[in-house]
């Protein structure tokens, strides 16, 4: 089980690095444009299963669940934001309770582990989808794209025994 968190928290983060996640000001490109640095994360992401899915049609399915996924990572990204702007507001608001602030992190919360749950469950859709020999060449391949944009700080050696 420990394997299977780390290789869904290894596909987030290896699309938020490559979209340029969200504490950052600018796209991991430069550009500073998070609709293109996601697009050319996504290009990467299906050229990696072209190179390790062999069956087109499993290809296929894997690139579409990979859209899935990046398009909750967007959300997610998007309602953070949401989230960050009524906490700024509130902030500004000298007779602001802590219970306001608590309504909004809690709310936060719970939709940070509705979006983990959703990648959870798309993580063990394509995870049928693979042998698992293709799982592990696949996760390698993240491992190796994450590492190129210079976010490697976490273990993921659970993920490359193909658990």
């Not at 398009?71 to 608001?93: F, M």
């Amino acid at each position: 089980m420990n394997g299977m968190k780390q290789f869904v928290g290894l596909l987030a983060v290896t699309i938020m690095t490559m979209a340029g996640c969200g504490h950052h000001g600018m796209g991991s490109y430069g550009h500073g444009d998070r609709g293109y640095a996601a697009e050319k994360g996504t290009q990467e992401m299906s050229a990696l299963v072209d190179q390790t899915v062999q069956d087109q049609e499993k290809a296929k399915q894997v690139k579409a669940i990979v859209g899935d996924i990046v398009a909750e990572v967007k959300e997610t990204y998007r309602q953070n934001r949401q989230y960050h702007s009524k906490l700024y507001e509130l902030n500004g608001n000298y007779e602001a309770t802590p219970e306001e602030f608590t309504k909004i992190l809690d709310e936060m919360s719970n939709s940070r582990m509705r979006s983990a749950s959703k990648i959870l469950g798309l993580r063990f859709k394509m995870k049928e989808l693979l042998t698992a020999q293709e799982w592990r060449s696949l996760s390698d391949g993240m491992n190796n794209l994450r590492s190129r944009y210079g976010h490697s700080g976490e273990s993921t050696a659970g993920a490359k025994e193909g658990q």
